[in-house]
């Protein structure tokens, strides 16, 4: 990485070197790189994840759009000769704030730095030709356009048809702010809630940031414009969490409180408990928890992953937020663990998967995932899926979801819990918002789909194990 000084900080090379750096995730090296120049003012922070992110989502078009201009193809450029490039077509093409000029003779001053003097004409040639005839660039097909990879259009395509295929690829393309839930804590009264949400919104909008509540969840808001949301007061009382709306939603649809009046469950000897087979980063089981807080029940919420460091920040986020009946441990979800089996009033699979639903934040994904690497997948799925059941009581309920848009991981496991391991879909008409309602919502599924929904694309299913 670039040398760590508080002066003169060359954006552009380390959004260069950010995108030559490998075998780490796309989402995680921004956080890191943005932690580590937190000092740097909010509007150097936002160019650096926009040209990064830009860069690296619009891949396949930078590619294509360079290849009409460049006598040398991409595939034979030297990577980082490749890197200034796309950066520089996509300042072009996408950062209207940059001048044309700008992204040219900068595209050239990297390319000087990382030691390719020699082809400065040519980084100059190539960007200074497409700058003047981007109006007449065409694009042949929605791989190129959308910056998709052809076997995931051609999959969506099959399972969607044309149209709903290219809402979701204009949908994972666009900007998603942050969402953060304000939690409904028997400790903060209302007043108390909306004093928290003022002075939030007061420090982004200092910031020059925004807050806008969602029109459709209470106590969620959209925000934009910040980065570094532990600064914000009342982040350290564990006021608000961050949480995708999608995955709010998949909690909601288990209907936990009605699940609580329904089976009269007040003292400690009926105390509910709730098992997140693969909870990391934690969302899920706190808002799981915050729901049964409400309902002034005895409960536990068991949250387990494979991974050590996982399980340790979702303790230490549990524990800012004072919940103190979920215990974040270390397990194999493959495993069956004989002491919670027949045990778990509600039981959350958010499992594994391809991830097609969350391109628009993990940018890589798409480059990464194959459909040899999906079959595997779902393998495992059905192994977790078998295991998670076995921890239902009679009666009890069973999250399944996922992040993805895919039959195979989605509505395949859904036929299968249903007809091979005997679960009873439960409707979902009356626990989810009418918004976010589909045609399958009363057959005990949904399939959220970014550019039709206005969320990440995800999964949702609720069964009921037979008493």
């Not at 808001?221 to 709010?248: C, E, H, W």
Request: charged residues 25%; aromatic residues 8%; proline residues 3%.
């Amino acid at each position: 990485m670039v040398q760590d000084q508080k002066q003169g900080v060359n954006q552009r090379m380390l959004v260069l070197e950010m995108l030559l750096t490998e075998n780490i995730y796309s989402h995680i090296l921004v956080r890191e790189v943005l932690n580590k120049y937190n000092y740097l003012p909010q509007q150097e922070k936002s160019f650096i994840k926009r040209l990064y992110e830009g860069t690296l989502e619009r891949q396949i078009e930078l590619d294509y759009v360079i290849d009409q201009f460049s006598r040398v193809k991409t595939d034979k450029m030297k990577k980082p000769i490749r890197a200034i490039l796309r950066m520089g077509v996509y300042q072009i093409l996408y950062m209207d704030a940059v001048p044309d000029a700008a992204a040219c003779n900068e595209a050239v001053r990297l390319a000087q730095k990382k030691g390719f003097a020699s082809l400065k004409g040519f980084v100059n040639g190539v960007l200074r030709n497409i700058a003047r005839n981007q109006d007449k660039i065409v694009y042949t097909d929605l791989s190129v356009k959308y910056s998709m990879p052809q076997w995931i259009v051609d999959l969506w395509m099959v399972q969607l048809g044309d149209r709903t295929t290219e809402c979701v690829l204009a949908g994972l393309l666009k900007q998603y702010p942050v969402t953060v839930r304000f939690r409904d804590m028997p400790q903060l009264t209302k007043d108390g809630m909306e004093e928290a949400v003022r002075a939030v919104r007061s420090a982004i909008e200092a910031q020059n940031g925004s807050m806008e509540g969602d029109p459709e969840l209470p106590h969620v808001y959209r925000l934009s414009g910040t980065d570094d949301l532990t600064r914000l007061p009342y982040y350290k009382n564990g006021a608000f969490v961050v949480q995708d709306i999608s995955s709010m939603l998949a909690v909601m649809a288990l209907g936990i409180g009605e699940y609580v009046r329904r089976r009269a469950i007040k003292d400690t000897a009926q105390a509910m408990r709730v098992i997140d087979l693969c909870a990391a980063p934690g969302g899920k089981s706190a808002l799981a928890a915050d729901i049964l807080e409400t309902c002034g029940v005895n409960y536990s919420v068991v949250s387990g992953d494979i991974s050590a460091d996982k399980v340790r920040l979702m303790q230490e986020n549990f524990d800012r937020c004072g919940l103190q009946s979920i215990s974040a441990r270390v397990f194999d979800a493959v495993q069956t663990d004989a002491a919670l089996v027949g045990t778990a009033d509600i039981v959350i699979a958010d499992l594994p998967c391809s991830g097609l639903g969350v391109i628009g934040k993990k940018r890589d994904i798409k480059y990464r995932v194959t459909p040899e690497a999906i079959e595997t997948l779902t393998a495992l799925q059905r192994q977790l899926l078998a295991v998670a059941v076995t921890y239902l009581k009679p009666g009890g309920r069973l999250l399944f979801s996922t992040c993805t848009v895919n039959r195979r991981e989605n509505e395949d496991n859904f036929v299968w819990l249903r007809d091979e391991l005997k679960l009873s879909p439960m409707s979902l008409e009356h626990t989810l918002p009418e918004h976010f309602h589909t045609a399958t919502v009363g057959e005990g599924y949904v399939q959220l789909l970014p550019g039709v929904h206005d969320t990440d694309g995800f999964f949702i299913s609720v069964f009921e194990a037979r008493s």
